[in-house]
């Protein structure tokens, strides 16, 4: 017969439920900043590294890079950067080394959202109440999980 405790299986004890509709409501959390710079939440996570990036660049700046510090592939990372550039925020060119290899920056529209978005996500932060300690728990703690998962696989 089957081990599974019955309750295990409803919706409510599922980890990943809970992951999934946490992600969403904080997505939906950012939208009104987000719209005011112009992103996408995909939109906003590539500007994050790029904008870390240019406080402390890796050795190449490049697609492959960028997807892997965000752990997405390149079908899903070209179109977002295309749209990037086309916004004017970032610039995508192929190595003359090796042309697989396309590298990117930021061009100045790009390095210029930066200081738009600190008092946007301090507003954010401010208005929503949370604790920021127990932010800061809880990030640990999905960055452990995170960890443990990717072991996995």
């Known amino acids: 017969m089957n081990d599974v405790p019955v309750d295990s ?3 409510d004890s599922q980890l990943c439920f809970k992951l999934y509709a946490a992600s969403r409501a904080v ?3 950012y939208k009104p900043m987000l719209d005011q ?3 996408t939440y995909p939109q906003y996570l590539a500007m994050l590294v790029l904008w870390e990036w240019q406080d402390a660049a890796p050795e190449q700046p490049t697609v492959k890079a960028l997807g892997e510090r965000l752990l997405l592939d390149s079908g899903t990372l070209t179109p ?3 749209r990037l550039e086309q916004l004017g925020l970032v610039l ?14 930021l061009l100045p529209a790009g390095l210029a959202l930066r ?5 946007l996500k301090a507003r954010l932060l401010c208005d929503s109440g949370i604790d920021l300690d ?3 728990e809880l990030r640990n703690g999905l960055d452990h999980l995170l960890g443990q998962i990717k072991a996995l696989t």
């Open 80 to 82: 977002l950067l295309k």
């Open 92 to 105: 995508r060119q192929r190595s003359a080394r090796d042309e697989r290899e396309v590298h990117l920056s």
């Open 37 to 39: 710079l112009g992103l």
């Open 27 to 29: 997505i939906r959390g």
């Open 9 to 11: 299986l409803k919706l």
């Open 115 to 119: 200081e738009q978005v600190g008092p």
């Open 134 to 136: 127990r932010l800061g």
